[in-house]
C-alpha cells in the first residue's frame, strides 16, 4: 500500500518540499505520496492525531505550527527539544516522534559557508524567531563563543536567550536591541553574520544597510533567494550564500528518518531547482495567511 507523508502548514500550496521529496521517493523505489495539508491552528491538532495511523511513514511541520505542534508529540530528540521546535515527525507505532532537522541543515550551510577556513567562533544573527532557533543551536554545538542575537522585538530575542541559557552556559549569547550604530560596532568583532529574518523574502530590502558589511564577513541568509543582502555582501567582497544548502539538507534528513536510507541529494537539488523555475517557493517564510506573524516558526 502507497505510504503517506505530509507537510502540514498554513499556507502550504506553493511549498518547494513537495517536488524535492516526491522526487526522492520515486528516484528510491519507495512507495510514497508526499501530499500538502493546509492546516490552520484551529484543525492542526486533529492533523497531528490522523499521522498516528499505520498510512503514515511521518510528517513535515513548518509555519507557522513548528512551535505549537512540540506539546502534541510523545517524545522530542535532542535539537527538538533544544530548539523547542519540530519540523519532523517520525512514528513508532502509534507514538509520534519529534525532530529538528534544520538544525543539521543550518550545519550544512553553515561548513559549505566557511569552507576549508578555520571555523569562525563569533557570529551576530539577525532574527529570533524558529530558524534562528536552530541557526543558534547549531553555532553553539559546533563551539562559536560569542553570538549576538538581533532582533525587531527585542524581548523576543531576549526569550531566545534565556530558552538557551543552560546549553550556552559556557559561552556569550546575548540579545542585543536592534540599532543599525549596534549592528554595525558587533559586525566590525564578527565574522559570520546571519539573517534569520524574513527581510527581503517579499520585498528588496536588506535587514542591514551595505555601508555596515565588511569583506571579511561570512554571510549566510536563510531566505531561497538571491536577496538584497546577498547582493550587496558580495558586491563588498563577502562569501555570501542563501538558503538552499540548509533547505536542501533538512529535507535529506527527514527523508533518512522516514525511509531509513540515504537521501539521493542530487535527485532532490535538481527537483529544488526545476520546482523554482517553475515558480514554486519554500513553505519556509510564506507569508502565514491569517495567523499573526510573530506566532511563525522556521
Ligand atoms: P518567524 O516568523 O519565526 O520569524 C521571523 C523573523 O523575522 C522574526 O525575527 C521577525 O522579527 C523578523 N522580521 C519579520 N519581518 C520583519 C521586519 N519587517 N523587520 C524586522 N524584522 C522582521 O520565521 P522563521 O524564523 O521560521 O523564518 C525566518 C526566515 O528564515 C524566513 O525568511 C524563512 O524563509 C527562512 N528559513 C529558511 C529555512 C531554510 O531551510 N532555508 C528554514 C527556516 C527558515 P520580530 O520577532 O520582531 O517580528
Request: hydrophobic share 45%; glycine share 10%.
Amino acid at each position: 500500500m502507497t505510504k503517506r507523508v505530509v507537510l502540514i502548514g498554513h499556507p502550504v500550496a506553493h511549498s518547494l518540499s513537495g517536488a524535492m521529496q516526491q522526487a526522492a521517493f520515486d528516484a528510491r523505489g519507495i512507495d510514497a505520496r508526499y501530499e500538502l495539508w493546509d492546516r490552520p491552528a484551529i484543525s492542526f491538532p486533529d492533523a497531528i492525531s490522523e499521522v498516528r495511523s499505520d498510512d503514515f511513514l511521518g510528517a513535515n511541520v513548518t509555519i507557522p505550527h513548528k512551535e505549537r505542534v512540540v506539546p502534541l508529540i510523545d517524545r522530542l530528540t535532542e535539537e527538538a527539544q533544544a530548539t523547542g521546535a519540530v519540523n519532523t515527525i517520525t512514528r513508532e507505532g502509534r507514538r509520534l516522534v519529534g525532530h529538528n532537522t534544520d538544525v543539521p541543515g543550518f550545519s550544512a550551510a553553515l561548513d559549505k559557508l566557511v569552507g576549508r577556513a578555520k571555523m569562525p567562533r563569533q557570529a551576530v544573527v539577525l532574527g529570533a524567531g524558529g530558524g534562528a532557533r536552530a541557526v543558534v543551536y547549531g553555532l553553539i554545538r559546533v563551539g562559536f563563543q560569542r553570538i549576538v542575537v538581533f532582533n525587531r522585538h527585542l524581548h523576543r530575542a531576549e526569550g531566545l536567550v534565556k530558552h538557551f541559557g543552560k546549553s550556552a552556559a559556557h559561552m556569550d549569547l546575548r540579545a542585543m536591541p536592534w540599532h543599525e550604530s549596534i549592528i554595525e560596532s558587533e559586525l566590525a568583532k564578527t565574522k559570520v553574520l546571519v539573517n534569520a529574518t524574513s527581510i527581503g523574502l517579499t520585498t528588496d530590502l536588506s535587514p542591514v544597510p551595505a555601508e555596515i558589511l565588511h569583506r571579511e564577513l561570512l554571510v549566510l541568509d536563510l531566505i531561497y533567494n538571491r536577496t538584497r543582502l546577498l547582493q550587496e555582501a558580495e558586491s563588498v567582497g563577502c562569501v555570501a550564500n542563501d538558503g538552499e544548502t540548509m533547505l536542501l539538507h533538512q529535507g535529506a534528513a527527514a527523508f533518512t528518518l522516514w525511509t531509513g536510507q540515504a537521501a539521493p541529494l542530487d535527485v532532490m537539488g535538481q527537483a529544488l531547482s526545476t520546482a523554482r523555475a517553475g515558480g514554486l517557493r519554500s513553505a519556509e517564510g510564506e507569508p502565514a495567511g491569517d495567523e499573526p506573524a510573530a506566532a511563525a516558526t522556521g
